[in-house]
């Protein structure tokens, strides 16, 4: 697969929906994928694929304990 079609597909974890319910800490569309099921496990994963140009507002993931979240870059290229 070339990257023209990696990255329409949402890379290796696919597209997912438009991320409707958290477009207010984006500029831009972004996607979002789920990848477990929040009712079966303490560990929620996701894929969120940014469309050229989507830029994520700053803000903060709160936790019970521990981290609040940890982002791993699969394609392309991220400032923070």
């Known amino acids: 697969?070339?990257?023209k079609e990696y990255k329409k597909h949402g890379g290796i974890f696919g597209l997912g929906?438009?991320?409707n319910a958290y477009a207010q800490y984006f500029i831009g569309q972004s996607y979002l994928n789920p990848l477990t099921d929040p009712s079966k496990t303490n560990v929620f994963l996701a894929n969120v694929t940014f469309e050229s140009g989507c830029r994520n507002n700053w803000h903060i993931?709160?936790?019970?304990s521990?981290?609040?979240?940890?982002?791993?870059?699969t394609?392309?290229?991220g400032w923070y």
Not at 61 to 64: D, G, I, L, S
């Open 75 to 77: 394609a392309g290229s």
């Open 1 to 3: 697969m070339d990257i």
């Open 17 to 19: 929906e438009p991320n």
């Open 61 to 64: 993931h709160h936790a019970k």
């Open 66 to 73: 521990g981290g609040g979240q940890l982002l791993i870059c």
